[in-house]
């Protein structure tokens, strides 16, 4: 596995355990070589991505049970390939991304500047 470093520089933080993401299912975006799609911009779902995605022809919303997705949903966080964030992007139904959880390889795909853009903050679970 890559160093767990985000777009920031810091210590890649979670993306989300519910519904369980990114590519070895751990909850965060890591990648390693295997991982050709680059699962590592940790977006916060909305519909307009939904659509967009589904569209494009990878249908994220809908449950598939025999793979264990549940599909997602508007509010979930899910650790997206970042090719497919900068399509979205480029075609303005890029959905919020999460900096802190963003795997640093993401910069292979995306600017930093354009991630910024659209960047939003998570608080913290409060016990």
């Not at 295997?34 to 967009?52: I, M, N, R």
């Not at 995605?53 to 025999?66: F, H, R, Y």
């Not at 890029?94 to 500047?113: D, F, G, R, Y």
Request: contains cysteine.
């Amino acid at each position: 596995m890559d160093d767990s470093v985000n777009v920031l520089g810091g210590e890649l933080q979670p993306c989300s355990d519910d519904p369980v993401t990114g590519w070895f299912r751990d909850g965060c975006c890591n990648t390693d070589r295997w991982d050709l799609g680059s699962h590592t911009v940790c977006v916060l779902v909305d519909e307009e991505f939904l659509a967009f995605s589904k569209q494009a022809g990878n249908d994220l919303s809908t449950p598939m049970p025999e793979n264990n997705f549940p599909g997602l949903k508007e509010g979930d966080r899910w650790c997206l390939c970042a090719m497919r964030w900068k399509q979205a992007y480029e075609m303005g139904s890029a959905p919020p991304v999460i900096l802190q959880s963003t795997h640093i390889k993401a910069l292979e795909e995306c600017e930093l500047s354009e991630l910024k853009e659209l960047a939003v903050e998570i608080p913290e679970a409060q016990d």
